[in-house]
């Protein structure tokens, strides 16, 4: 089992990124997949999640109206689009798999998102 995230980076207020996760090992489109994001010596923070059909999703009120979060069954991949950026976005970004049926959650490595002011 493998997520890897890629897109992170460097970006001035207001800018834009798109995170991308790419996923293998498991059937991906019976997991939820959510980005949670982390800054160092805080806790790790839900971002947003889309179910496995991508129909549904919810978002954290931090990121409300500033984030999409997608998903392509057919290539494995989960997107976190993220515009109006604020210094205050920065953090590092996980992708996550979770299928709550059977208790199975997954993690990826991590991207680091810097926005500068």
């Known amino acids: 089992v493998q997520l890897v995230e890629s897109g992170g980076g460097l970006v001035q207020a207001g800018g834009s990124l798109r995170l991308s996760c790419v996923a293998s090992?498991?059937?991906?489109?019976?997991?939820?997949m959510s980005w949670y994001r982390q800054v160092a010596g805080k806790e790790r923070e839900w971002v947003a999640s889309?179910?496995?059909?991508?129909?549904?999703?919810n978002y954290a009120d931090s990121v409300k109206g500033r984030f999409t979060i997608s998903r392509d069954n057919a290539k494995k991949t989960v997107h976190l689009h993220m515009n109006t950026l604020k210094p205050e976005d920065t953090a590092v970004y996980y992708c996550k798999a979770r299928l709550s049926r059977i208790r199975v959650e997954y993690w990826g490595q991590g991207t680091q998102v810097t926005v500068s002011s």
């Open positions: 090992g498991f059937t991906f489109s019976e997991y939820v």
């Open positions: 889309v179910f496995g059909d991508g129909a549904g999703t």
